[in-house]
């Protein structure tokens, strides 16, 4: 949709743990405006069989937004990591896919660490441990019947793309996070996949960033109102590769936090990070735009704090918040990366129950708690970036806070006091801002990486917080943590 000044506009398919948009994104020379054509909720489901994404309640939001955004020069499809679709020699969609909170992976790593220990895997992948990575999700389906039926594994960004395009490909960053990526070759490792007996030929093709990755359906043109051809751009499918694409840096010196239901906090390298010591802090090495290495680690995020806003009720969080801010700091804190932590249900119950067993002072009020969730976020946001910057050997001046939580303006500050650093926050919309960007560079409108960061610190709300005070409490209430 080419207008009078050059824009072009770009439909940017966002999906989150927990809910979808379709933004709108128009890029010209010197532009960057988006604009929200539909929201939608993604709600999973609790089946007899466990816990479950209704992807087509997905889809058809996805489409919606599509009739809802009107024309566009490209659609791009971003969403979260490890999770996938599996379809039959049909092209078929076996059930609905399994959430990666489902207890299907208790225990797995162990048996998968048997054949290949986990420092060898490690080395070879640099991905960090987590009980629901893909490898782990596909050594606990492989005895089932819908595994046997199998004949394509589609990562959820990449199925949407095909039930848009009927073209099938597996997006680089977001196949970086299955655990069978070297990230040193940017391709699949061999090694890890015949030691563990997994069929490469179940994935699609690599797709990189930019590729070309389809037209959209006569019949999602029909539904859509669209008018075509209308092409699908692979973008960078995982959100937090868009979301880090997006930070409106200057230089290599900086620190990131991608905030929202998970907080993903490291830096941006051009090689990654594989010793043992890495591993041992618990480091992924995943992979970003422009042969990029996203070396981060996974913070619970706030979901703690969404899973307790919705056993009270769904107060004003708002008001929460403010009262939050009255409680004195760091009386309590608790480790927001424990696994303790990853189920759903009863977290106001668990968070009390975790500073009991610390012998902290208990948080009693949704305030207290509050509180104590956003502490223990901005203690967690200053232990990965010092990790970070001291096992890779890459200082920072500036730590950028990109995501939903970048509205926060109170876990903002505080991060800001216990890195001991200014923070920058925004843009809010940092995912759908990447994935436009991606789209719009693949026709010509933008250009570098750093040229698309320049465009967004010109055209994106900026907030400056500056660290208030010494660091030596934060240390305090890490070193409370550390001798739990």
Same mark, same amino acid.
């Given at each position: $949709?080419?207008?009078?000044?050059?824009?072009?506009?770009?439909?940017?398919?966002?999906?989150?743990?927990?809910?979808?948009?379709?933004?709108?994104? !128009?890029?010209?020379?010197?532009?960057?405006?988006?604009?929200?054509?539909?929201?939608?909720?993604?709600?999973?489901?609790?089946?007899?069989?466990?816990?479950?994404?209704?992807?087509?309640?997905?889809?058809?939001?996805?489409?919606?937004?599509? !009739?809802?955004?009107?024309?566009?020069?490209?659609?791009?499809?971003?969403?979260?990591?490890?999770?996938?679709?599996?379809?039959?020699?049909?092209?078929?969609?076996?059930?609905?896919?399994?959430?990666?909170?489902?207890?299907?992976?208790?225990?797995?790593?162990?048996?998968?660490?048997?054949?290949?220990?986990?420092?060898?895997?490690?080395?070879?992948?640099?991905?960090?441990?987590?009980?629901?990575?893909?490898?782990?999700?596909?050594?606990?389906?492989?005895?089932?019947?819908?595994?046997?039926?199998?004949?394509?594994?589609?990562?959820?960004?990449?199925?949407?793309?095909?039930?848009?395009?009927?073209?099938?490909?597996?997006?680089?960053?977001?196949?970086?996070?299955?655990?069978?990526?070297?990230?040193?070759?940017?391709?699949?490792?061999?090694?890890?996949?015949?030691?563990?007996?997994?069929?490469?030929?179940?994935?699609?093709?690599?797709?990189?960033?930019?590729?070309?990755?389809?037209?959209?359906?006569?019949?999602?043109?029909?539904?859509?109102?669209?008018?075509?051809?209308?092409?699908?751009?692979?973008?960078?499918?995982?959100?937090?590769?868009?979301?880090?694409?997006?930070?409106?840096?200057?230089?290599?010196?900086?620190?990131?936090?991608?905030?929202?239901?998970?907080?993903?906090?490291?830096?941006?390298?051009?090689?990654?990070?594989?010793?043992?010591?890495?591993?041992?802090?618990?480091?992924?090495?995943?992979?970003?735009?422009?042969?990029?290495?996203?070396?981060?680690?996974?913070?619970?995020? +706030?979901?703690?704090?969404?899973?307790?806003?919705?056993?009270?009720?769904?107060?004003?969080?708002?008001?929460?918040?403010?009262?939050?801010? !009255?409680?004195?700091?760091?009386?309590?804190?608790?480790?927001?990366?424990?696994?303790?932590?990853?189920?759903?249900?009863?977290?106001?119950?668990?968070?009390?129950?975790?500073?009991?067993?610390?012998?902290?002072?208990?948080?009693?009020?949704?305030?207290?708690?509050?509180?104590?969730?956003?502490?223990? +976020?901005?203690?967690?946001?200053?232990?990965?970036?010092?990790?970070?910057?001291?096992?890779?050997?890459?200082?920072?001046?500036?730590?950028?806070?990109?995501?939903?939580?970048?509205?926060?303006?109170?876990?903002?500050?505080?991060?800001?006091?216990?890195?001991?650093?200014?923070?920058?926050?925004?843009?809010?919309?940092?995912?759908?801002?990447?994935?436009?960007?991606?789209?719009?560079?693949?026709?010509?409108?933008?250009?570098?990486?750093?040229? $698309?960061?320049?465009?967004?610190?010109?055209?994106?709300?900026?907030?400056?917080?500056?660290?208030?005070?010494?660091?030596?409490?934060?240390?305090?209430?890490?070193?409370?943590?550390?001798?739990?």
């Amino acid at each position: $949709m080419s207008t009078a000044t050059g824009a072009k506009a770009y439909a940017a398919v966002d999906l989150g743990a927990s809910s979808g948009r379709v933004m709108v994104g !128009r890029v010209g020379p010197g532009r960057l405006e988006l604009t929200e054509a539909h929201r939608f909720p993604n709600r999973p489901v609790r089946t007899p069989e466990g816990l479950r994404w209704d992807v087509l309640a997905l889809y058809a939001g996805v489409l919606d937004g599509l !009739r809802a955004a009107g024309r566009v020069d490209s659609v791009g499809v971003d969403g979260w990591a490890v999770d996938y679709g599996l379809l039959d020699a049909d092209g078929a969609l076996l059930g609905n896919p399994v959430h990666y909170r489902d207890a299907r992976t208790e225990g797995v790593a162990e048996r998968v660490w048997e054949t290949l220990p986990a420092g060898e895997l490690y080395a070879a992948t640099g991905l960090q441990y987590a009980p629901f990575n893909t490898l782990y999700q596909l050594a606990a389906a492989r005895s089932t019947a819908q595994f046997a039926a199998a004949r394509r594994l589609l990562l959820i960004p990449d199925l949407l793309a095909y039930w848009l395009t009927g073209e099938q490909g597996t997006e680089l960053t977001n196949a970086s996070t299955t655990q069978l990526i070297d990230p040193r070759t940017g391709d699949w490792s061999r090694e890890v996949a015949d030691r563990l007996g997994i069929g490469l030929g179940l994935f699609a093709p690599l797709r990189r960033p930019g590729d070309a990755a389809g037209l959209l359906r006569p019949e999602v043109l029909e539904e859509t109102g669209l008018a075509g051809p209308v092409p699908v751009t692979a973008v960078a499918s995982h959100d937090t590769a868009s979301a880090v694409a997006a930070v409106p840096a200057s230089d290599e010196r900086f620190a990131y936090i991608c905030t929202g239901t998970w907080s993903l906090a490291g830096l941006e390298l051009t090689a990654p990070v594989l010793s043992e010591e890495s591993r041992a802090a618990n480091f992924t090495n995943e992979l970003g735009l422009d042969g990029t290495v996203r070396y981060l680690r996974n913070i619970m995020g +706030l979901w703690l704090l969404q899973e307790c806003v919705r056993d009270w009720g769904d107060p004003n969080l708002g008001g929460l918040l403010t009262e939050a801010a !009255r409680v004195p700091e760091l009386r309590s804190v608790v480790d927001a990366g424990d696994p303790a932590f990853l189920a759903p249900g009863r977290m106001p119950e668990r968070i009390t129950k975790a500073c009991r067993a610390s012998g902290q002072p208990v948080p009693e009020s949704p305030a207290e708690v509050t509180r104590c969730i956003l502490d223990s +976020l901005a203690l967690a946001h200053r232990r990965a970036v010092a990790d970070a910057q001291r096992l890779a050997g890459h200082p920072v001046d500036v730590v950028h806070v990109v995501g939903g939580g970048t509205r926060n303006a109170l876990l903002c500050q505080l991060t800001a006091d216990a890195c001991g650093l200014p923070v920058v926050a925004g843009p809010a919309e940092a995912a759908a801002l990447g994935n436009v960007l991606v789209q719009a560079r693949a026709h010509g409108l933008v250009g570098d990486l750093a040229g $698309m960061r320049r465009l967004l610190a010109r055209t994106q709300p900026l907030t400056r917080y500056e660290p208030r005070g010494d660091t030596a409490r934060w240390r305090a209430a890490e070193a409370r943590l550390a001798d739990r």
